[in-house]
């Protein structure tokens, strides 16, 4: 008897798919609850990478399974189906940040904000706990239906191994929130790693824009490497003078110049909708400038030379 029913596809990833899946197993249930997100590799690659991890690195394993945190979905093991191991996490009914983006294109600040605030409460509690996420971006990113935001997939790049073969397999998407210690060799990874990708998720998320945009992903490490984005206050009249520097902080070429923690990132989003949104300094939209009315023509009644 399978220990799984799949029930629907929640969404596919460059690691694997992910399955609502309801558990048979009743041990396993007690465990799990009855319903659970079931990630299975795409391909034999992915499941040796998988299977390696759980039997190399049992602390790691153990700290992912230690986390449990608002902000974060949480991890349940490795479990087979049929012939494939996969990962269990906890089901969070909702959609992913990516979905909500498509839909609205531009999010509110304050919106973009309260996202902020969570998502970099959950990833503070993992860097506490020694763990840097690596891949953060909207994909990974779920708004659960009563509104918490939940900072999910923890562990799945460490399992695909080093930082070349990992974002070698990305598409063009995801190298938009790649900073550039995970592009030029003899960079060192950090926390201050995941504030730059998470400063290039709050970056689109209120201007509706990527940082860098390019045909291909050679093209956006080129700029990743020599370029800075657009401030967000000129793409966004809604994003204010404080907020924008902000962003444009977390999105510093070189990883010192950055937040060097999320807690530092936090920290300051915090301040901000306390004290900052309401001073901050906008730029005034220029309304349309309306026609003056046309002066009407004067148009005697009589004929030129007319006697009264």
Not at 65 to 73: A, E, F, Q, T
Not at 81 to 102: D, I, N, P
Not at 157 to 162: E, F, M, R
Not at 251 to 275: C, D, G, H, V, W
Request: hydrophobic fraction near 35%; include cysteine.
């Amino acid at each position: 008897m399978e220990n799984f029913e799949l029930i629907r596809l929640l969404g596919e990833g460059g690691f694997g798919k992910t399955f609502l899946a309801r558990v048979l197993d009743d041990k396993l249930k007690s465990e799990t609850g009855e319903f659970i997100a079931l990630k299975i590799p795409l391909n034999r690659e992915r499941e040796e990478g998988l299977i390696k991890e759980l039997i190399t690195n049992a602390l790691f394993n153990l700290k992912l399974r230690g986390m449990k945190h608002p902000n974060v979905v949480s991890y349940l093991g490795f479990a087979k189906f049929k012939e494939h191991y996969g990962m269990m996490m906890e089901y969070v009914e909702g959609k992913s940040l990516r979905q909500e983006m498509a839909e609205k294109k531009v999010l509110s600040v304050e919106f973009a904000l309260a996202i902020a605030e969570g998502i970099l409460s959950g990833l503070t509690y993992a860097h506490k706990a020694g763990l840097i996420h690596r891949d953060i971006n909207p994909s990974n990113i779920l708004i659960a239906s009563n509104g918490v935001a939940k900072l999910t997939d923890f562990g799945i790049s460490n399992i695909l191994g080093d930082t070349e073969s990992r974002y070698g397999r990305m598409g063009t998407g995801t190298f938009a929130y790649m900073p550039k210690e995970c592009v030029k060799k003899g960079y060192k990874e950090g926390f201050y790693s995941d504030t730059y990708s998470f400063g290039a998720t709050l970056y689109e998320m209120v201007t509706g824009k990527l940082p860098f945009v390019g045909m291909s992903g050679i093209e956006i490490k080129k700029m990743i490497l020599e370029q800075r984005p657009a401030p967000p206050i000129f793409l966004n009249q809604e994003v204010g003078e404080g907020l924008s520097a902000i962003i444009l902080v977390s999105l510093s070429k070189e990883p010192e110049q950055r937040f060097q923690t999320a807690e530092e990132f936090l920290e300051i989003i915090k301040e901000y909708r306390r004290n900052g949104k309401d001073v901050d300094r906008y730029i005034k939209k220029v309304e349309e400038k309306k026609e003056p009315p046309k002066k009407r023509m004067f148009v005697p009644t009589g004929g030129w030379g007319e006697e009264e």
